[in-house]
């Protein structure tokens, strides 16, 4: 929200210089406008509103157009003994989009919408084909329809034709892109961020550990008190010889009939 500044004007971006680009025109004079709207009690005569545009429009052809007007505005007028003047906004604002803004806006937004491509996600094309459409003047939805989605990346239409529906107006194919777009960068972020940071052994382990069944209330054979130890082969043979057992050491069985 914008604030009051010691001069009375709202804090908000003043509008960039126009030098006569005829591509930028558009942006700049809208520019303009809003900034007078928020500040309508302090520009609230069509002279102050004159004069603020005219102050962003000092070099090329937009600063010749400004220099010029200012000398026809302020040449004394012989009759009267009076400056000419700046004349009415609305006389301002029609010889500043005759002079800037292409008579055939309409054709050349309509031409472009012919052309247009997605670069970025699907939120940037989006709002370029929503500008475009409002200067085309087109209303046909199943033309407007047909230019969306030629302009889509071919991973992303076939990802809204997956559906079980497809959207039927525009409205609904401005957020069925976005959605998919979305959707889709997040899984992609996603799939990047497991990549760098849990390797395909961590992983591994890491599953490993989590199924082992190791408990060390059930001690091995080799790990009881009561087991004589290994007999190395000289006490095997006598063992043997003796008729001892080779498990307990006892005479009267063998090993396999043990039960000690």
């Known amino acids: 929200m914008s604030t009051p500044n010691p001069t009375g004007e709202a804090r908000l971006s003043k509008p960039n210089n126009f030098d006569g680009d005829k591509s930028y025109a558009r942006r700049f004079l809208s520019s303009c406008q809003a900034y007078l709207s928020l500040n309508e009690r302090i520009y609230n005569t069509d002279k102050s509103k004159i004069i603020f545009i005219l102050s962003f429009m000092q070099e090329k052809a937009a600063g010749d157009w400004a220099t ?3 000398t026809v505005a302020l040449a004394p007028n012989p009759t009267t003994n009076t400056t000419t003047g700046f004349g009415t906004w609305v006389d301002f604002l029609n010889d500043f989009r005759n002079t800037f803004i292409t008579t ?5 937004a309509r031409r472009q919408l012919l052309n247009i491509k997605q670069t970025g996600t699907a939120d940037d094309y989006n709002t370029q084909f929503r500008s475009l459409v409002t200067r085309s003047n087109i209303s046909d ?11 889509l990346t071919r991973g992303l239409i076939q990802r809204i ?15 069925a892109a976005s959605r998919a777009d979305n959707l889709y ?47 190395t082969p000289e006490e095997r043979e006598k063992c043997m010889k003796e008729g001892h057992c080779l498990a307990c050491r006892e005479v009267g069985h063998n090993a396999r009939d043990c039960t000690c």
Do not use: I
């Not at 055939?104 to 050349?108: G, N, R």
């Not at 939805?141 to 302009?151: F, P």
């Not at 997956?162 to 957020?175: C, F, G, I, S, V």
């Open 141 to 151: 939805k199943n033309a407007l329809s047909e230019m969306y989605q030629q302009g």
């Open 161 to 175: 034709y997956a559906r079980d529906k497809l959207p039927d107006t525009m409205e609904e194919w401005y957020q």
């Open 185 to 231: 960068r997040r899984l992609q972020a996603l799939n990047a961020t497991s990549t760098t940071t849990t390797s395909s052994t961590q992983r591994s382990t890491r599953f490993k550990n989590l199924f082992s069944t190791t408990t060390s209330s059930s001690p091995t054979p080799t790990n009881s008190p009561n087991r004589p130890k290994k007999l």
């Open 104 to 108: 055939d806006d309409s054709a050349d």
């Open 68 to 70: 010029n007007r200012t």
